[in-house]
């Protein structure tokens, strides 16, 4: 089974650039969420989707951040315009359903961002 | 506030011993307990989780402990091997299926 996915592994941009990441979840997950992973912390939830409805964004900096599940499969996030602050690695993963509590989270290996 | 921390931000052990890594939490309401190893450059990987009705759960080679009297939740790996080394979080799964995780501890293994 392939894993989650995620593109580009790296980017490098200047303050007040744009930026957008793209993921691809596990085949048939139902459930997408999107991180963000400062240096030296735990991922913090940014945005959960539910096929192609926002179940939880409630931390998203909705006035740079944004993100789209259009067809309730690939996900794109995306900042604009960006902060030094936003230097960190965003992590989607996906899971199968929503609320059980055997509801595992898969994770892609991120995409590492230097905003300079 | 929700809060999952802990108490080691490193830990150093030999290859063969057992590693213990141990978790903080703060919301008594948390039902369900994950804890996750992330290697460098790529995502948290799943190791083990447990439920808040059990206090005990074996893997392959893990053990998780969860003791609700005082918020406490450990991960025990036996024999540690050079392939554990990695960032160990522990994270909570909150009333609202959130996940709340801890910052993190990086378990180091010497030959």
């Known amino acids: 089974e392939a894993g989650v996915a995620q593109s580009p592994r790296y980017k490098i941009i200047e303050k007040r650039q744009s930026v957008a990441f793209w993921c691809n979840p596990i085949?048939?997950?139902?459930?997408l969420y999107w991180y963000q992973q400062i240096l030296g912390q735990g991922p913090k939830l940014l945005i959960q989707?539910?096929?192609?409805?926002?179940?939880?964004d409630s931390q998203l900096p909705k006035d740079r951040f944004s993100a789209e599940r259009l067809k309730g499969v690939d996900s794109t996030l995306k900042i604009q315009p960006a902060k030094l602050e936003d230097s960190a690695v965003y992590l989607c993963?996906?899971?199968?359903?929503?609320?059980?509590?055997?509801?595992?989270?898969?994770f892609g290996p991120g995409t590492r961002l230097t905003v300079l | 506030g929700e809060s999952v921390g802990l108490h080691l931000p490193t830990l150093s052990v030999q290859e063969g011993d057992n590693s213990i890594i141990n978790c903080a939490y703060s919301n008594s309401a948390s039902d369900y307990f994950i804890w996750y190893k992330q290697e460098s450059g790529k995502g948290p990987q799943f190791i083990i989780d447990?439920?808040?009705?059990?206090d005990k759960r074996q893997g392959q080679r893990v053990t998780v402990l969860l003791n609700k009297t005082v918020k406490h939740l450990s991960l025990q790996i036996a024999a540690t091997q050079p392939g554990d080394s990695a960032v160990y979080f522990c994270?909570?799964?909150?009333?609202?299926?959130?996940?709340?995780f801890g910052q993190g501890t990086e378990l180091s293994v010497k030959p």
């Open positions: 994270a909570e799964r909150n009333q609202g299926g959130k996940l709340i």
């Open positions: 447990i439920r808040s009705n059990m």
């Open positions: 993963a996906s899971s199968s359903s929503w609320g059980a509590s055997t509801d595992t989270q898969y």
């Open positions: 989707f539910q096929n192609n409805g926002v179940v939880d």
């Open positions: 085949s048939g997950h139902a459930t």
